[in-house]
DNA sequence: TGCCAGGCCCTCTTTAGGGCCTT
């Protein structure tokens, strides 16, 4: 059941950067988040069929011995694509996991009806003094605690969840929005950074002009 | 210690190049 308070954070582990060159993904974390609240989370590894370099393994922590008795990548992504359902999807650099998403989906004839906004974009634009807008930098910038494995599949969808709603709270307490629409944050990772401020204040007179 | 790509975004720009992000 679809609703618009609701979205899905997601994050790949992957072979590479690639799925046109053969590029697959080995792990998917995801949570679901309703009313400002993470309500819901998945995590599964799965096997590529094939094995992974040295680099990937180092980065990750994933080894070719977790993924050898691993489901295969067609039936992890068949429950994922039952998991997302149609709710929006949030991801940190999203182009990254669009790509494979919609690569492993396609290979079983899955599809999905959610729209994408990337919390990278959004991230460049409410926090343009930060060092870099690496996931990690940004997640200590912002203070949000944790200690868990970066550049694993669930921590990372945590830590993109909670920089999510750490954005939309900082918008919301700057500009009296009380609530922030999908679309709103579409437009937001879309608009130039020197206008950020003025598509919000536009927002808050559309707002206050409805409530009047 | 990345290589492969691709979208975004800046600038010494737009008939382009290169850095930032993701694994």
């Not at 080995?26 to 680099?55: D, H, T, W």
């Not at 990337?118 to 203070?143: D, E, F, W």
Request: proline share 4%; glycine share 6%.
């Amino acid at each position: 059941m679809s609703d618009a308070n609701t979205v899905v954070v997601l994050d790949f582990e992957t072979t590479g950067l690639s799925p046109d060159y053969g590029d697959r993904a080995i792990e998917i974390g995801a949570v679901r988040i309703e009313n400002g609240k993470i309500v819901e989370r998945f995590q599964k590894l799965m096997n590529p069929g094939q094995r992974i370099s040295r680099f990937i393994e180092d980065y990750t922590g994933i080894t070719n011995a977790m993924l050898k008795d691993a489901p295969p990548c067609r039936e992890v992504m068949n429950e994922f694509a039952d998991f997302i359902e149609d709710f929006n999807l949030v991801a940190y650099n999203a182009s990254f996991d669009k790509r494979f998403l919609d690569a492993e989906l396609k290979k079983i004839s899955r599809v999905y009806t959610g729209q994408f906004v990337c919390s990278m974009l959004m991230a460049r634009r409410i926090y343009q003094h930060a060092p870099n807008h690496k996931l990690g930098t940004l997640v200590k910038y912002v203070n949000i605690p944790g200690e868990g494995p970066f550049h694993r599949a669930l921590y990372d969808s945590e830590m993109t969840a909670q920089l999510w709603l750490a954005m939309l709270n900082n918008i919301s307490d700057q500009y009296d929005i009380k609530s922030l629409t999908f679309s709103l944050t579409q437009k937001l990772a879309k608009t130039p950074k020197n206008n950020v401020e003025k598509l919000l204040l536009s927002v808050l007179s559309e707002v206050q002009g409805d409530l009047q």
